[in-house]
């Protein structure tokens, strides 16, 4: 049977990045049942991949997961990335949605000049990029690849809730991608208060950010943080995926951006939606929640996204 190998499935409890280990799942099993799939944790992928060398022939497909980490931010998987890329020169490689971004540093420029290197010198190397400005970066600088635009693949899954919605959700980042300060989240906080009952601040990481995660945590922790977000009034946030995850369940959110520009490319994804709006002037923030708490009939489709990257992954793989 011809087989089809994941990379680089987070083992850490960052729940957007589990969520994407499932979405690519629930795409590879519901269009390719005639592979076996298998499924390898991001723990040291440069060795995990090392260990499989034996075990993956020239014609299985090794598909790298996706998430926003083509860059010199987190440069760990990136370095297990391009691991990959050397150790399997004859197998197709593709690489889930991802966002490119090298800093404009001496440290990013050298890295980019790695990656370019290794990533042209694979001759059958297939990357999706989730939003325009990952996608022109990727053209220009990873020229012998095949470059596609998809929206992120979390935006393939659907969520659909009759659960009473009770509180004001506030997602908000702690890490370096963080850019809204704190005099900026006090304000949100303070005109949340005033506007409804109950606030609850929330993350897209487990308690004690939990590493190791197992399959069946990873499941019952997402059921958790989804239903957080089925039960909310309202999402503000300055996470994609608190962004993403408002959008899939079906909850007005205000998203503000990070350091790069994920989110504000992301958000052209959706922005069709009237109940996510991209913010990126604190000044705005009343009048778009007015905006969004204002929407009667709110409805998620996501077949643009699953349409989108099942075509390629079928055109790629088949």
Request: glycine share 4%; net charge negative; proline share 2%.
């Amino acid at each position: 049977m011809k087989k089809l190998v994941v990379m680089g499935i987070p083992h850490h409890g960052n729940m957007g990045d589990n969520a994407i280990a499932v979405a690519e799942e629930k795409i590879l099993e519901k269009y390719f049942p005639n592979y076996k799939i298998y499924y390898m944790q991001e723990d040291y992928l440069d060795i995990c991949a090392k260990r499989a060398k034996s075990f993956i022939n020239d014609e299985d497909i090794i598909l790298l997961h996706g998430g926003g980490n083509i860059g010199d931010t987190y440069v760990m998987p990136e370095k297990g990335r391009r691991t990959v890329i050397e150790l399997f020169p004859n197998n197709k490689i593709i690489i889930f949605p991802q966002t490119a971004y090298f800093s404009d540093t001496e440290d990013g420029r050298k890295e980019l000049e790695i990656s370019k290197e290794i990533y042209n010198n694979h001759n059958n190397l297939i990357i999706m990029a989730r939003e325009n400005k990952s996608y022109n970066f990727m053209k220009e600088h990873f020229y012998n690849a095949k470059v596609y635009l998809t929206p992120d693949i979390v935006m393939s899954l659907l969520r659909k809730s009759d659960k009473e919605r009770i509180n004001a959700l506030l997602v908000f980042r702690a890490d370096k991608e963080k850019v809204l300060s704190n005099n900026d989240t006090e304000t949100i906080q303070s005109l949340i208060n005033e506007k409804f009952e109950h606030c609850k601040f929330t993350d897209m990481d487990l308690v004690n950010k939990i590493i190791n995660i197992s399959t069946n945590l990873r499941d019952k922790a997402l059921e958790d943080k989804f239903n957080e977000f089925e039960t909310a009034k309202i999402v503000i946030t300055d996470r994609l995926h608190g962004m993403i995850f408002s959008a899939i369940t079906e909850t007005p959110c205000v998203a503000f951006g990070n350091f790069n520009h994920k989110i504000s490319e992301s958000y052209k994804w959706l922005e069709n939606l009237n109940y996510i709006k991209y913010c990126d002037k604190i000044e705005d923030i009343e009048k778009n929640i007015n905006e969004v708490i204002s929407v009667k009939d709110i409805n998620y489709n996501n077949s643009f996204a699953e349409d989108c990257i099942a075509k390629i992954l079928l055109e790629e793989i088949e």
